[in-house]
């Protein structure tokens, strides 16, 4: 069983998120899954060439909390979108640190908590604690590709693109249909589901760690662009 597989979808999807039944562990719905978002982009194509920016500077947003659609379509600023031009994806740069707040009862029947939550090592750690805690936010971050059975793969199913020990990544995926702008400005709907982002694994597993090992798992997103 693989331990780490940290693969993060925020704020950009509209397809179904690819192969989230292969990440491992029991996935559970958090308390609180907190995101830092840098920039987010649209783009004419998957490799986001020529983007135009809709919204940008640092915010946080609470992705399991019922107003994170407002929250995050507060943050997009469409005006002056570039008419007749064709949108296919979206492009949302993240801070590698996720704020997640839990608690949940590990495969080896530990009760557990966020607050009890370690990562000592930054990009290259287990997520792991001792038994107990409560849902206080803790901070998971996305580990570097080459730790513990991460490869290059795991993130480019998702269209991730992070650079080992970086501060923020990259994440693009396709709105639900193609875009283009004939002079209205559009509506942008954002919706998120957090019931899956959260995984917990037993203590013993990969022999690694003794109890409450844990990890952020992908939310579903889904980003619409449609005239009103």
């Given at each position: 069983m693989r331990v780490s597989s940290f693969l993060v979808a925020v704020v950009a999807s509209a397809a179904a998120l690819p192969a989230v039944a292969a990440i491992p562990g029991t996935a559970a719905r958090p308390t609180t899954y907190q995101v830092t978002v840098q920039k987010i982009e649209l783009?004419?194509?998957a490799t986001c060439t020529l983007p135009f920016v809709i919204g940008s500077g640092s915010a946080?947003?609470?992705?399991?909390?019922?107003s994170a659609g407002a929250d995050v379509g507060s943050y997009v600023n469409i005006s002056g979108i570039p008419l007749h031009q064709t949108w296919t994806h979206v492009r949302v740069t993240i801070s590698t640190t996720i704020g997640i707040?839990?608690?949940?009862?590990?495969?080896?029947g530990d009760n557990c908590g966020?607050?009890?939550q370690?990562?000592?090592?930054?990009?290259?750690a287990v997520y792991a604690a001792s038994a107990g805690g409560t849902a206080t936010v803790a901070d998971f971050v996305i580990p570097n590709v080459g730790f513990s059975t991460i490869v290059q793969a795991d993130y480019d199913g998702f269209n991730l693109s992070k650079t080992n020990g970086a501060a923020t990544?990259?994440?693009t995926y396709p709105l639900t249909g193609p875009y283009v702008c004939k002079g209205v400005m559009p509506r942008i709907e954002v919706r998120f589901n957090t019931d899956s982002a959260f995984g917990y694994i037993?203590?013993?597993a990969g022999?690694?760690?003794?109890?409450?090992?844990?990890f952020p798992r992908p939310p579903d997103v889904t980003i619409s662009v449609t005239d009103p």
């Open positions: 783009c004419q194509n946080s947003f609470n992705i399991a909390s019922a707040g839990a608690t949940w009862t590990d495969g080896d966020t607050s009890n370690a990562q000592a090592s930054g990009h290259a990544a990259t994440v037993p203590g013993t022999g690694v760690g003794t109890a409450c090992q844990a």
